[in-house]
């Protein structure tokens, strides 16, 4: 048996799968970056590793993609993460056709055609409004632990509005939503809404069309994606483990690349 | 950066030019926006100071922060053009390559370029109590009528009046012919020169246009500009002939739009030869080819020629001619893919960018990408960001070839 790797190191995670020649999964790890991101890599390597029951022997080639797709030191080559989400949510979903993609530092929009090729992606611009880094200082102000922020939304009964698409902004007017005595339910939801309406209208300046799948950390916030769905009007997929699809995209490359 | 033997030429030409303005005790000084009308000024004698040219050679240097914080603690805003802030803050703190501009005895400013340019130079007159001349070249919706001309061609009658008060001489017409050739001379071989690249693969590439623009800019309209672009165009002609490649290897050809990242000039320049992919035109470095495109007889009237020349500058037409013109350079120079940059200081030419990119996209079937930059501002540029897009270009292009 044969087996490829792929190392997704993002500002905030850094992922890893190993694959078989089918592009099945067999096992996967992911870790916060942290401060040394080549040490990070390594380390969601050696523990997508472990998950598959095999050693760095067994695999044939390495990918990486990401922020820091430069430093991964077991990637023979890299990718964008633009290419790698594509190619990675084409893999689960053969039909897709517009995939969102939130990160820690960006999100994106991609237009997918055949085969997984990128027909055309938007970014955010340099600010991290819409990100998850935007969503980690929100949850941060209502002292909630990020990945139970979408329980606490969905909790809320009242509509808040967050105005400000600067996350320093945003994040005042938490506060001052906090000392005007409103719900950290309805804040959270409010908070949900704030990054949804960002994403969509990232989304349709590329266009939606197709399936539309959404990967990254952010697509593990229910409230965000139920909030996505309604805005766009349309259903939107999240895979079992949104948050390796880079790094499935990078180990479908290492393994398409010959010899 | 390509390395042409008439470099060294050109900052001669440069040093020579400053220097003079710094020095001079006899003629009067101006200080100009980039697209006026600078030959009624050689025609009287008068030293064109350029503040845009100066702000680039600041951010150039990596000089532009200091001098841009300098003019924001004064209550300029961030959200001001960075070649505005770079040039309060050098005239504050007398910075800058050359320690500081000559201080002007009178402001020429022309709006095709920009609206900004008309507080900006407002600012200026204010604080060296001097006087302003505005040229208002209206915007070009669609295509130049006889009403638009005769509207500049006006304010031109007007300029000479007022360039005869304040030099206390009547208005020099046969000087004006005189620099009028030369100015049409030095566009001629500039836009030879750009159109090299046509040449596949390309003997100069647009960050090499971009650090040749110095002359065409500040000094179109004098013998020395055109001796230098005659040289330059020899040498690059001679690489053309050659096939000598400006970025070895070349795989990619490109369009960049909008103004260059001054300060990270050496970085895309390393990051773009490392991946073959080279800038063949920019629609800045050929904004200062427009004088050569008049020839017919209709244009006999060297003041109807100047009318049409400021009034049609890529930033002062319409999206529909923009589109037109985009389209045209794609397949002129054999293009693979175009970089718009989203220009944080310069709002005309990025307005409606996202549009433009589409439909460029669809018309030509080619990729294209927006990055979100500044001319000359540093702090709102982020390396990791806009490589992760430009990459993602790069392999669209790899994809769709």
Redesign the interface.
């Known amino acids: 048996m044969r087996f490829w790797g792929g190392i997704d190191v993002g500002s905030l995670s850094a992922d890893a799968v190993i694959i078989d020649e089918e592009g099945r999964l067999l096992g996967h790890a992911i870790l916060p970056t942290g401060r040394d991101s080549r040490e990070a890599g390594s380390r969601a390597y050696a523990g997508a590793l472990e998950a598959a029951g095999l050693t760095p022997g067994d695999v044939v080639r390495v990918y990486s993609t990401g ?1 820091s797709r430069a430093r991964v030191r077991e990637a023979e080559g890299a ?5 790698c989400h594509a190619r990675g949510a084409h893999a689960l979903y053969p039909d897709v056709g517009t995939i969102i993609d939130i990160g820690g ?2 999100s994106k929009a991609i237009q997918v055609g055949k085969g997984g ?2 027909l ?4 955010n ?2 600010c991290a409004a819409g990100t998850g880094r935007f969503l980690e200082v929100m949850a941060g102000a209502l002292e909630t632990p990020l990945d139970h922020l979408d329980e606490l939304a969905a909790q809320s009964t009242e509509t808040l509005t967050i105005s400000s698409i600067c996350t320093v902004f945003a994040e005042s007017e938490v506060v001052s939503l906090i000392s005007q005595g409103k719900k950290p339910a309805d804040i959270a939801m409010a908070v949900s809404r704030a990054i949804a309406r960002r994403t969509v209208g990232l989304a349709t ?1 590329v266009g939606v069309s197709g399936r539309v799948v959404m990967t990254g950390g952010v697509a593990k916030n229910r409230a965000v994606v139920d909030l996505l769905a309604e805005i766009l009007g349309a259903p939107v997929d999240v895979p079992d483990e949104p948050q390796i699809v880079g790094a499935l995209g990078a180990a479908l490359f290492a393994r398409d690349e010959r010899g | 950066m390509t390395e042409f033997q008439t470099f060294s030429k050109m900052k001669e030409l440069m040093t020579a030019y400053y220097f003079e303005a710094k020095t001079t005790k006899e003629k009067p000084i101006a200080w100009i926006t980039s697209g006026a009308p600078v030959e009624f000024l050689f025609a009287m004698d008068i030293i064109p100071i350029y503040p845009e040219n100066y702000a680039a050679m600041c951010a150039a240097n990596h000089q532009s922060v200091e001098l841009m914080e300098a003019a924001e603690a004064q209550g300029f805003s961030q959200d001001i053009c960075a070649y505005a802030r770079t040039d309060f803050g050098a005239d504050i703190l007398q910075g800058g390559p050359v320690g500081g501009l000559p201080a002007p005895h009178f402001l020429l400013c022309s709006t095709n370029i920009c609206k900004t340019v008309i507080k900006w130079y407002e600012v200026i007159a204010r604080k060296y109590d001097v006087p302003l001349f505005i040229v208002d070249t209206p915007f070009v919706h669609d295509g130049l009528t006889d009403d638009l001309l005769e509207y500049t061609v006006a304010q031109f009658k007007d300029l000479e009046q007022f360039l005869a008060r304040i030099t206390g001489r009547p208005f020099d017409h046969e000087h004006l012919a005189e620099v009028l050739r030369l100015s049409q001379e030095a566009a001629a071989y500039w836009k030879k020169i750009l159109f090299l690249a046509r040449t596949v693969p390309t003997p100069i590439n647009s960050l090499d246009s971009f650090i040749h623009l110095g002359p065409i800019v500040t000094l179109r309209g004098t013998q020395g500009c055109v001796d230098y672009y005659q040289a330059l165009y020899e040498e690059v002609a001679g690489r053309a002939a050659d096939k000598i490649p400006s970025v070895p290897g070349e795989r990619y050809r490109v369009l960049w739009d909008n103004l260059p990242v001054w300060f990270k000039m050496r970085r895309l320049e390393n990051f773009f030869q490392e991946r073959k992919c080279a800038l063949v035109v920019t629609t800045y470095a050929n904004s200062w080819g427009g004088l050569s495109n008049y020839e017919d007889e209709e244009m006999a009237d060297p003041y109807r020629l100047l009318a049409a020349s400021y009034l049609n500058v890529y930033i002062n037409y319409g999206f529909e001619e923009r589109i037109r013109y985009l389209s045209g350079l794609m397949d002129e120079f054999s293009l693979t893919g175009f970089i718009m940059h989203s220009n944080r200081s310069c709002k005309p030419y990025s307005v409606g960018m996202y549009r433009l990119q589409e439909e460029l996209s669809q018309r030509t079937g080619r990729p294209g990408v927006v990055i979100e930059a500044d001319q000359n501002d540093p702090r709102v540029y982020s390396d990791a960001q806009i490589e992760a897009r430009l990459d993602a270009f790069i392999e669209s292009m790899e994809a769709a070839s």
């Open positions: 922020y990718k964008t993460e633009i290419a530092q960006d090729r990128v055309n992606f938007v970014m611009d340099k300046r």
